[in-house]
């Protein structure tokens, strides 16, 4: 099993940063592929980003590229999401998870977490 636990979301204005995290218990966490994925209010959960185990890979959703960035530290046991230059759109509640491939598909995570609030206003 791995617990994750979700940090850093918020209120910022459009055009500001926040960096999330995610602290990993449990199994080996530095085995796992990690991922970032967000769920706007009446809409479905996307993926926005996810890093390989030892952190050579990412891959991001297009609306993103250039804006978010995802890395780990896998002596901290935590993997982290910078959001810059943030947007309205942005505004959803962002879940970290773990999978054993760096994957866009929901259904290739094992593990999620509960799950952080950000808002961004206009």
């Known amino acids: 099993q791995v617990q994750l636990v979700e940090s850093g979301g918020g209120l910022v204005q459009a055009g500001g940063s926040l960096r999330l995290s995610c602290t990993a218990s449990g199994r080996t966490f530095s085995s796992y592929a990690m991922g970032w994925f967000r769920q706007a209010p009446g809409k479905e959960r996307e993926f926005v980003a996810a890093i390989s185990w030892g952190g050579l890979s990412t891959k991001y959703e297009d609306s993103v590229k250039g804006r978010f960035t995802i890395s780990r530290d896998n002596a901290k046991n935590t993997a982290y999401l910078q959001m810059n230059s943030l947007k309205p759109e942005d505004t959803a509640v962002y879940y970290c998870?773990?999978?054993?491939?760096?994957?866009?598909?929901?259904?290739?995570?094992?593990?999620w977490g509960q799950g952080t609030r950000v808002t961004v206003s206009s």
């Open positions: 998870a773990a999978s054993t491939e760096v994957a866009s598909e929901e259904n290739e995570y094992n593990y």
